[in-house]
């Protein structure tokens, strides 16, 4: 039974990868096509962009970091270690901090408030996005710091105290030490987004509110841009729960060395930067567009191949 879904989680997490490898890489590229065709977009296309690079590094990432940590152990050298966490930081850290500001954008760009810093802000989102981005760069920073130095130790009295190998349960002691950092430093994006979402809903209920002196129940286009970026942004909160859910799982299960739980915890942690972007695609109108043409002229060449081999 056990060796059942061991290979059904497995397949599970080959979809997933493939799915993110190619919803990340088919934003990325159309993103890049447009940009280079009409030599400038919208600010969030920008953002969007970031974001599909980011989450394609890190399924990568992750995938090496399953390999490694699942199928060979033995590569989990000084070396090797430092370089997946510092990998895993900064590709994680990316993906979060990039949907995190596309909220950010959504909130001044759609959001009504008479409140005289929201315009301040609201007229310099770019900015505010951009400083946003820069500040977080601290955490990362601080959080490879911390990584770091835990494996410098951790490796340092292994040599001194361990001479036939690594013992697991050290092993399992280190990971959980150097895990609860980073589940630490992806609260603070969350809690970003979801006070971003809460204004959004309360923008939404006032300018609801207020429509119905004027209107008789028609939506209007700001209603339909409040709606579409909640959607958005709910997508995100939901999935980030599950991924940071995930990550507790994976940090508890080291101490058990329990194969399955982790390579589950990993299956569910995979979902967070592959179908996120699924679902930007979408809800995004010109990606949407772009995928229909791409699958009508899959459907036509398929037809084609089949005419010709017949």
Same mark, same amino acid.
């Given at each position: 039974m056990r060796a059942v879904l061991h290979s059904i989680l497995t397949i599970i997490f080959t979809l997933e990868f493939f799915i993110g490898n190619l919803g990340n890489g088919f934003i990325a590229l159309v993103q890049c096509m447009?940009?280079? *065709?009409?030599? *400038?977009?919208?600010?969030?296309?920008?953002? !969007? &962009?970031?974001? $599909?690079?980011?989450?394609? $590094?890190? %399924?990568?990432?992750?995938? !090496?970091? #399953?390999?490694? /940590? %699942?199928? #060979?152990?033995?590569?989990? &050298?000084?070396?090797? !270690?430092?370089?997946?966490? &510092?990998?895993?930081?900064?590709?994680?850290?990316? #993906?979060?901090?990039?949907a995190t500001s596309l909220s950010i954008f959504y909130l001044f760009k759609i959001a009504i408030f008479s409140n005289y810093l929201f315009l301040y802000l609201k007229q310099t989102v770019k900015r505010v996005v951009l400083v946003t981005l820069l500040l977080s760069m601290l955490l990362l920073f601080l959080n490879i710091f911390l990584e770091i130095k835990h494996i410098d130790v951790w490796i340092y009295e292994t040599k001194r105290n361990i001479t036939n190998g690594l013992n697991s349960n050290s092993f399992s002691e280190f990971s959980r030490l150097i895990s609860i950092p980073s589940l630490m430093f992806t609260l603070v994006p969350f809690g970003v987004s979801l006070i971003a979402?809460?204004? !959004?809903? /309360?923008?939404?209920? *006032?300018?609801?509110?207020?429509?119905?002196?004027y209107t008789k129940g028609c939506k209007d286009v700001r209603t339909m841009a409040h709606t579409t970026a909640l959607q958005t942004v709910v997508a995100f909160l939901l999935l980030y729960a599950t991924f940071f859910l995930s990550l507790v799982v994976e940090v508890s299960t080291l101490e058990m060395d329990e194969s399955l739980m982790f390579l589950f915890a990993k299956v569910t942690i995979m979902i967070f930067p592959s179908i996120h972007s699924c679902i930007f695609i979408l809800k995004h109108n010109k990606l949407r567009q772009d995928l229909l043409s791409v699958l009508k002229w899959l459907q036509y060449w398929c037809k084609r191949v089949k005419t010709l081999d017949s």
């Open positions: 447009e940009l280079r *065709k009409r030599r *400038k977009f919208p600010s969030a296309d920008h953002f !969007l &962009t970031a974001l $599909a690079i980011s989450r394609f $590094a890190l %399924i990568w990432v992750l995938f !090496l970091d #399953s390999f490694v /940590f %699942i199928q #060979s152990p033995l590569l989990m &050298t000084r070396n090797t !270690l430092r370089l997946i966490q &510092t990998a895993w930081n900064i590709s994680n850290h990316c #993906s979060i901090w990039f979402f809460l204004l !959004l809903i /309360f923008s939404l209920t *006032k300018h609801v509110r207020k429509m119905q002196y």
